[in-house]
């Protein structure tokens, strides 16, 4: 019996299972994936967004300009990889100019502080490889980038370590309420509580039809296509850049990544198939096209790896965070688009305050452990001092041995992943948790290691080690 069950260990679930953490109530967090972050968390643009594109009075007008302004603590205090790099809307006509006027005005109804608009020569000077057909743009200098997993794995792992439990592979089939509380059941296994938070992202309004409670709108998968360029091409920019969004949406990026490389994308196509993470030569060339119209001197020659994420966009135009209106004590955060990674600690902040509301005891936890320094060796050799890098040595030869030559991950890096609070058991979890395998090779060189230090560390064949979890074995029996 727990307090407080959470459908969806994406960031919205995450974040809100992070601000729970810091009150005394037991919580449960069901996950379908074997994995946090196994949804639109983990594939998206990792921008913090500061808040000027959101229509003003919306909740998501308001959770951005929040959450943006609270990322870089929860950032800074759970050792989580962000910059506070600024983003710069680039317009190229004076209808452009118009809309970018619009936005700045749009922002600052909204809270967002520093916006400005500047012009050619100024552009120029900040990104000198923008391209020389611009005439202006907004700059934001509270917008920042952030590894969304990473930061998804940092607040669980804070919440774990507080307590809190995560089922995975738990996909909810069903809900009950008998009056007083909820069982949600995957078919298998059963948990029950007096409140419940639906943060199933894609999947929210299949959770609130579930329980006979259907959202009053749609949420529309919307694919989106992204390339990301080796880390030789990280100068072509320094702050995220946007074209000047049109009806269709923000249109093609050309960000930095908080662990150095370029994004480029996305592209937005409805679909059909909720997982249809599919790439397309048609949506590859497209956002190629987009990403040499604001960087020309960009090479897309240096892409390492491309990759989708599907978005749930709902058809109300704003975030659903609201109580059900049938049912006590069941709180809907459902059509979280973007801007909800940049929103999410706001998020968590808001849905905390709708239950504290429906009569949720929120004392505060004694003995709260507010950082991520007690949830197991999650800095990487990589990220360590020169100083940390010999103690490291000194305390566990396994530093020294390099596992990933792209990332310079080692094995002690690999073995301290499989054994975090929410441990890493598949060569996908080691490499989201580490970045083996996310260098230029994509793991050419590293995964047969990875899956050999896996087999190890949790005593398994290694044909039983997966790539990312049921059903995807990398080796299915011996040939000699």
Do not use: W
Not at 147 to 172: H, I, Q, R
Request: one cysteine or more.
């Amino acid at each position: 019996m727990y307090d407080v069950i959470i459908i969806g260990a994406g960031i919205t679930g995450s974040m809100t299972a992070y601000r729970l953490a810091k009150y005394n109530v037991k919580v449960a967090v069901v996950e379908a994936g074997t994995d946090v972050a196994s949804g639109s968390t983990r594939a998206n643009s990792a921008i913090v967004h500061a808040g000027y594109d959101a229509k003003e009075g919306t909740l998501k007008a308001k959770l951005n300009v929040r959450g943006c302004a609270m990322m870089e603590e929860i950032a800074k205090t759970l050792d989580v990889a962000y910059e506070k790099c600024g983003s710069l809307v680039v317009g190229f006509s004076d209808k452009d100019r118009e809309h970018i006027e619009l936005l700045k005005k749009r922002g600052e109804t909204n809270g967002v502080k520093g916006l400005r608009i500047i012009e050619k020569e100024e552009l120029m000077q900040l990104e000198p490889h923008v391209s020389k057909d611009a005439t202006c743009a907004l700059f934001a200098p509270s917008a920042g980038i952030v590894c969304p997993y990473d930061l998804a794995f940092a607040v669980s792992e804070n919440a774990a370590t507080n307590g809190t439990e995560f089922y995975f592979d738990f996909k909810v089939s069903e809900i009950d309420y008998d009056g007083q509380a909820y069982t949600v059941s995957d078919g298998n296994r059963s948990l029950s509580s007096k409140y419940v938070v639906n943060a199933a992202g894609l999947y929210a309004d299949d959770i609130a039809r579930i329980l006979g409670d259907p959202l009053p709108f749609k949420i529309i998968p919307r694919r989106g296509e992204y390339m990301l360029l080796d880390k030789s091409e990280g100068f072509i920019a320094s702050r995220t850049l946007f074209v000047t969004p049109s009806e269709k949406g923000k249109g093609i990026l050309v960000s930095p990544t908080a662990d150095g490389n370029i994004i480029v994308g996305p592209n937005a196509n409805e679909v059909d198939d909720k997982d249809d993470t599919s790439v397309t030569v048609r949506g590859l060339m497209e956002i190629s096209e987009g990403a040499k119209l604001l960087t020309p001197d960009i090479n897309l020659k240096t892409v390492i790896t491309s990759f989708a994420g599907v978005r749930p966009t709902p058809t109300c135009g704003d975030f659903y965070i609201r109580k059900s209106e049938k049912f006590r004590n069941f709180i809907h955060a459902a059509g979280i688009e973007s801007p909800g990674l940049a929103s999410s600690p706001a998020i968590g902040e808001y849905v905390a305050g709708l239950l504290k509301e429906c009569g949720l005891d929120m004392e505060e936890r004694e003995g709260y452990i507010k950082t991520r320094s007690k949830a197991g060796n999650f800095k990487t050799f990589a990220r360590m001092t020169d100083e940390e890098k010999v103690a490291a040595v000194k305390e566990n030869p396994g530093y020294a041995k390099i596992v990933c030559r792209c990332e310079k991950i080692t094995e002690a890096d690999i073995a301290n992943a499989i054994h975090r609070p929410i441990p890493a058991h598949t060569v996908d979890m080691v490499k989201r948790r580490t970045r083996a395998g996310m260098g230029r090779c994509q793991g050419g060189f590293c995964r047969t290691k990875v899956a050999e230090i896996i087999s190890k560390e949790l005593d398994i064949p290694l044909d039983e080690v997966k790539k990312f979890g049921n059903h995807s074995n990398i080796l299915f029996e011996r040939t000699k």
